[in-house]
């Protein structure tokens, strides 16, 4: 049984540059994603994807339209609340910048876990990161970790907490062929147990495996394609 | 989560080292007081009208209320430094109590180390002051004790320490992380930095600072009626309090509208066509509002503190002809001493806090072609706009101070030591140190980057 976790009605976002000047960056986007949706976002570099997921996820408040979480408006929380969804609903990959600099890797990635006040095993987050093939020491700085590695703690971190909803933003943007696919399959099963994943590629390939790719042009939502195939993907995108 | 403080202070050390020099002030402070009254209590002296414990508590206590204030300009500098740190905790599911306690333990526990240091050095301040007091006229009453080092001191120094910084930075870390998370209408920020609260309180708290001022000009009815006392002396000491309690007030409110300006106003006063890095340096200031603000408040403050004291003690009381100039030395000190060493130390903390934001541009400026002597001078007109600022706010200050003390004094039928010339005073002298202090730190800092770099292009 599926249910719908994230409903987009009419989003957009612009920036404002100075004081009488703005650039609209999104453009009315509407869409729906529920549990076991596995969602790419895909276009051209600059097109707005990071902006949106941004929006979804509940970091950067939109100009306009709305968005419910887990049928709430996450920017409608108070603080507390927001906390608390965040650790416990959440999960987030990003592009660069995932971890927190101070913290080893064990951790950055009990850190939700910590914040909640939960129990922390660290068996198991050990035989977790084994199976993303990750070697480097559990108490090394995270700073001195290849991006790669980087990437496979934050996917352990999400891991851990058995987040409802994924957003991942180029996860396996800094890897090798190898880890991409490790990542990418670990993403899968958690859309198969029930999460729901969005995750932003430029990753053809990638983007085709998932259930459905949302097309992005100039901050446009221009075409939304289930089942995508990698060619019908790639002419979307060029497309002009 | 006592794990994950202890982490990030690692991690954040070296930003703590400038927090510490006023954790170190506050620790000597602190220190004299305890190692005094401790070494009092111990010889069971701790009674009667000459009690050192009670002479022992005064810097304590101005000292703790000085650093209260102060607290939460080195809290917010602190927190923008690591903001996207902090924001990914946040982003992470941090809220906004876990991240007040995250910065207050790690201030509790820089203060902890603070206090420490600041109790050693502690021990010879207050052997050679209370060596002076007690061989001083009219402190002579005062018993003599040996000063010593004691765990009992010691401890209680570190942890008094330790909590009230770790409190304070708790409650300071609270209201900016939840004030970045909801918008409230009254509270947003509009035209001059001001929210529509922060207009409403500004004007206020100027309409009865105006309303005080007048009443000077006026008859001494009015005043007497508003603020009583049984002497015309004691009338005029309480309407001038509230006078420089209201002029204290204006200077926290209106800040951010004031120093901008003053800012601008400056560029009228230099050559700046003549000095090509001025135009950079004067966007360096009015670029880091946050800092400008967090060291000219309480300086400007500081010296009108001090310039008041020194009019009430000199020329309204009139003690100078009456009582020992040692004496009223070491009342000043004993009042002004502990504010005035904090104050300074917050200077230096913040001038190192935000030394590294602050010169950010100085690897871009050097790219672009700037030479050590040109990123030098450009460092020190930097200096020179921030101490010109405190120089003039001080002066005005005090300007607008000495009028109604005149009339004070014209009505108290008291003879004036003090000429206009001497609200200078006190402003010439903060403004001096606010230019050394930054010039000193900006400009090893320059000269740290600019060595570096010139040792990475040689390697490569
Ligand atoms: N804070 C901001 N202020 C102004 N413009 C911004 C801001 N953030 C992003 N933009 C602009 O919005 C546009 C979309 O940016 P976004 O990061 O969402 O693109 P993207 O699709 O993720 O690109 P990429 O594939 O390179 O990551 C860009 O043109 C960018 O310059
Ligand atoms: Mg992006």
Redesign the pocket.
């Known amino acids: 049984m599926t249910e719908k976790v994230i409903a987009v009605q009419e989003l957009s976002k612009d ?1 404002s ?1 100075g004081k009488h000047k703005s ?1 609209h ?1 999104l453009k009315n986007i509407s869409f729906s994603a529920a549990s076991n949706d596995f969602i790419s976002i895909v ?12 929006c979804l996820s509940g970091l950067l408040r939109p100009t306009n339209g709305s968005i419910s979480i887990d049928d709430m408006d996450p920017y409608q929380l108070s603080p507390s609340q927001t906390a608390k969804m965040r650790r416990t609903t959440l999960g987030f990959i990003f ?1 660069s910048y995932n971890l927190v600099p101070a913290l080893p890797v064990f951790e950055n990635i009990v850190l939700p876990l910590r914040l909640a006040g939960k129990q922390v095993n660290r068996a198991s987050v050990e035989q977790l990161l084994k199976k993303l093939n990750f070697t480097a020491d559990m108490d090394s700085f995270v700073t001195t970790l290849s991006g790669g590695e980087q990437q496979k703690v934050a996917i352990a971190r999400v891991l851990v907490t058995h987040a409802k909803i994924i957003f991942a ?2 996860p396996t943007g800094a890897v090798d062929a190898n880890s991409k696919k490790i990542i990418f399959d670990c993403l899968r099963t958690l859309a198969d147990n029930g999460a729901c994943v969005i995750m ?1 590629t ?1 990753d053809i390939e990638l983007a085709a495996m998932t259930d459905r790719s949302l097309v ?1 042009r100039d ?1 446009q939502l221009i075409k939304r394609l289930t089942n995508p195939t990698a060619s019908e993907i790639l002419a979307e995108i060029e497309r002009g | 989560m006592f794990k994950l403080i202890i982490l990030q202070l690692r991690y954040t050390w070296q930003a703590w080292i400038g927090a510490l020099v006023v954790f170190i002030a506050a620790g000597i402070v602190l220190g004299v007081t305890m190692i005094g009254a401790i070494s009092t209590i111990s010889v069971h002296l701790g009674h009667g009208n000459y009690n050192p414990v009670a002479f022992f508590a005064t810097p304590a206590i101005f000292g703790l209320i000085t650093l209260m204030l102060i607290l939460t300009g080195i809290t917010r500098l602190l927190i923008t430094k690591f903001k996207t740190d902090y924001n990914l905790w946040a982003i992470l599911g941090a809220n906004p109590n876990q991240l007040a306690l995250l910065i207050g333990g790690q201030m509790s526990l820089s203060g902890m180390i603070g206090g420490f240091l600041g109790y050693f050095l502690a021990l010879p301040i207050v052997r050679i002051y209370y060596a002076w007091v007690i061989s001083t006229p009219g402190m002579r009453e005062f018993p003599a004790i040996k000063m010593k080092l004691q765990l009992s001191s010691l401890t209680l120094t570190v942890l008094i320490l330790g909590a009230f910084i770790g409190i304070t930075g708790i409650i300071n870390a609270k209201k900016v992380f939840s004030d970045g998370h909801k918008i409230h209408r009254l509270t947003k920020k509009r035209s001059c930095n001001l929210s529509i609260l922060g207009w409403l309180w500004c004007v206020m708290v100027v309409g009865c600072l105006a309303y005080v001022y007048l009443l000077f000009f006026q008859g001494s009815t009015r005043l007497a009626a508003l603020f009583g006392g049984h002497s015309l002396v004691e009338t005029y000491s309480q309407a001038l309090l509230a006078l420089i309690f209201l002029m204290i007030m204006t200077i926290n409110a209106a800040e951010t509208v004031i120093l901008p300006g003053l800012v601008k106003l400056l560029t009228l006063v230099f050559p700046t066509t003549l000095i090509k890095t001025f135009k950079t340096a004067y966007w360096n200031v009015l670029d880091k509002k946050d800092f400008l603000k967090t060291v000219a408040v309480p300086l400007v403050i500081f010296s009108l503190i001090a310039s008041f004291f020194m009019y009430m003690i000199f020329d309204l009381a009139n003690v100078a002809s009456k009582r020992n100039l040692a004496e009223i030395v070491g009342t000043l000190s004993l009042f002004l001493g502990a504010p005035f060493l904090i104050i300074l130390a917050n200077t230096i903390s913040l001038t190192i806090i935000s030394s590294s934001e602050r010169t950010t541009s100085i690897r871009q400026l050097q790219l672009i072609g700037f030479s050590l002597k040109d990123l030098m001078t450009e460092k020190r007109i930097e200096a020179e706009i921030y101490g010109l600022i405190v120089f003039i706010q001080a002066t005005i200050g005090n300007a607008l101070l000495f009028v109604p003390i005149l009339k004070a004094a014209d009505k108290t039928h008291t003879y004036m030591f003090d000429s206009w010339w001497s609200i200078f005073e006190w402003p010439a002298v903060t403004g001096t140190l606010v230019f050394l202090f930054i010039l000193i730190v900006d400009d090893s800092y320059s000269y740290k980057i600019y060595s570096q770099n010139r040792f990475n292009v040689t390697q490569k």
């Open positions: 920036f540059l650039i960056i276009g051209p570099s600059g097109s707005g994807k990071s902006t949106l997921l941004k592009q933003d180029e932003v430029h992005l901050g």
